[in-house]
Structures are given as structure tokens and as C-alpha cells.
């Protein structure tokens, strides 16, 4: 099984915001996405979820179409119902599929450090808290591939350690396709299997980095570093 885009193009007017997108994710695999802001990482994802339609190209699943319901997605903004809390957000995921289970959003949300919010709005929790709970909702309905855009990026950096260390677990439990966007390099090379380096717009893939190292990764390991080099060369020429 694998998820492939396949030179996937995309303008919104005269902006030409993505150049023929090619690459291809192992079933299982965990895959991050790297470029600059504005680059167009947030359209792909959109694309890859059918939530955006690709002017050119496709995105399939085992040379298939993707379905909606195969697909997890974990927004850049929160998008939390505001008039719901913390454990209701979550199961309203559930509920789309028809499925009742709130002891199942109760322990997706003590597994994010969320026990004894549940009961929370989210106007009442924090930026980070409110990014947890859409993490809750994306993961409950067990989808087969989980994309994700920038999930940690209002974390501090203690919890965003503990939270991508928390996700490689839950992620290495029942091996998900994951896609996750994210500015930071030190991340994407602590979490992906491959990180696919975005151009400036239009964007256009310019390298396909493996990350060939053990898990849990070393941050200080001399290969780590070398990684993290070999990415941050190309964004920054
Ligand atoms: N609905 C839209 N209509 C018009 N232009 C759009 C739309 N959505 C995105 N864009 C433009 O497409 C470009 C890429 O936006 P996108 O959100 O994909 O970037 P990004 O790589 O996710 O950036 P960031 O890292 O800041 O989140 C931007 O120039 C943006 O203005
Ligand atoms: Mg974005």
C-alpha cells in the first residue's frame, strides 16, 4: 500500500501556488513536509485530503482514489466547536461516523495530558490544550492516514518534545501513513521517516531526505546533526 501525489499542480488565480508535486508515502511510513512559509504546504495537505481540488494531477491510495474516511486531518488552526467541550469535539468526530463512544475520547485526551479538562470549552483552554484536542479528534476515528499541519507549532518546547515523543508511540502502536508539516527541522528529522523539502512557491519537491537512524532519535548524535544540516542547506539557499 502507498499514498502517491502525483504531479499535483495548483493556482488560485495568477498566484501559482504548487508546480507539478511528486512523491510517495509507504503505507505505515511517517512522512514530514518542510518549506517555507507561504510555500503552499497547507494547499498540499488540503489536496491530499480532498478538502482543496489540484488543478492538475492526483492523489491516490493503492492506486485508488482516497476516501474521506480514510483520512484523519489535524488543522493548522484548531477548528474546535466552540460551543462543545473538550471531550464533546472529540466524539463529534465519532459521531460524524455514526459511533458512540465517549470512554474512547476520554482516553485519547488522558493520553494527550488533557485528564481533568474535559469538560472544558475550549475558550477556557490554552492555544497548545485546544491543538492537543484536535489531535484527539483526528486520531478517534482511526483513520488510515493521519496529515497533519504544524500540530506542535504553539506548543512550548517542553511539551512539544513530550508531545512528538507521545506521537511516535501512539503512531508505532498501530503504524498509521502520517503526513505532518512542520517549519522545524529539528522535528521533522526527530520524527520522519523521509522529510520532503518544498522550494519557495511555486513549490516544487527538491530533495527527498530518508532519516536512516534508530528510534528513539538522539538530538545530539553526530547523524542527527548531519540530517538537519542536509535540510536546513536547502531551505536556506
Ligand atoms: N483560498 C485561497 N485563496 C487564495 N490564495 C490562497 C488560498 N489559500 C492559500 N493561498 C495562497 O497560497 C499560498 C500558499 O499558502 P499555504 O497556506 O499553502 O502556505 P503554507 O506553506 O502552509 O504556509 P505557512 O507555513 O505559513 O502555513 C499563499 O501565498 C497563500 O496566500
Ligand atoms: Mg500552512
Known sequence: MVLTVRNVRKSYGQLEVLDS???EVEEGNFACIVGESGCGKTTLLKII????KADEGDILYNGKPIR???IGYVFQDDRLLPWRNAIENVSFALEMRGIKNSDKAERYLELVGLKGFERYYPHQLSGGMRQRVGICRALAVNPKILLMDEPFASLDAQTRNRM?????RIWDKDRKT???VTHSIDEAVFLADEIVVLSKRPAKVIDVVRID???PRDRTDERFIEYRRRVLKHLSS
Do not use: H, K, P, Y
Open 21 to 23: 508535486i511528486s512523491f
Open 68 to 70: 474521506n474516511e480514510d
Open 164 to 168: 512528538q515523543t507521545e506521537l511516535l
Open 178 to 180: 502520517v503526513i505532518f
Open 213 to 215: 537512524m534508530e528510534r
Open 49 to 52: 485530503a480532498g478538502i482543496e
